[in-house]
């Protein structure tokens, strides 16, 4: 059983930038795909990038492509969300998730483990 819990969300002013972590513990943090989603208020839970094992791939959704960047340490059993230049749509309750998969899965249902989330709000 996996255990994933993200940080590093808050309040921030649009354009500005935060990182977020995601925390994995209990299974082989190399041997699991990653993938970063989000639920705004009143919207379905939506993909926003995934990362494979190495993490030499990567997968952006393209309202955040060219802004956002997924990175891992799997030394550290640890994966980020680095994002920048952040606007009003952003803000969103994001979810970490891991899968075992070798190709990241791009949909929430095909993910097995999910953390609580971490709000993110992005001010105008």
């Known amino acids: 059983q996996v255990q994933v819990v993200e940080s590093g969300g808050g309040l921030v002013q649009a354009g500005g930038s935060l990182r977020l972590s995601c925390a994995a513990s209990?299974?082989?943090?190399?041997?699991?795909?990653m993938g970063w989603f989000r639920q705004a208020p009143g919207k379905e839970r939506e993909f926003v990038a995934a990362i494979s094992w190495s993490g030499g791939s990567t997968y952006y959704a393209d309202s955040v492509k060219g802004r956002f960047t997924i990175s891992r340490e799997n030394a550290k059993n640890t994966v980020y969300l680095q994002m920048n230049s952040l606007n009003a749509e952003d803000t969103a309750v994001y979810y970490c998730a891991a899968d075992r998969a070798f190709i990241p899965p791009r949909m929430g249902f095909e993910y097995d483990y999910w953390g609580q989330g971490t709000q993110v709000t992005v001010s105008s």
């Open positions: 209990g299974g082989t943090f190399g041997r699991y795909s």
